[in-house]
């Protein structure tokens, strides 16, 4: 019961999975055709911005 409040196996992986989801649901947006080119590139940016910042915070603990 510890382990689920501590993440489980997925500690600190979480920001990794959202980030993968927000940038597939994007691309997955852009091929039904749903967001244009540039908006695609608008929501991924701060996606792989957000996953090298978590990197860099945790090179740094």
Do not use: C, N
Not at 29 to 50: K, R
């Amino acid at each position: 019961m510890i382990d689920i409040s501590r993440g489980g196996f997925l500690a600190g992986k979480k920001t990794y999975i959202t980030t993968i989801t927000g940038i597939l649901t994007a691309v997955g947006a852009y091929l039904i055709g749903d967001m244009t080119l540039v908006e695609t590139f608008q929501v991924v940016w701060p996606l792989i911005s957000v996953a090298f910042l978590r990197k860099g915070v945790e090179d740094k603990l």
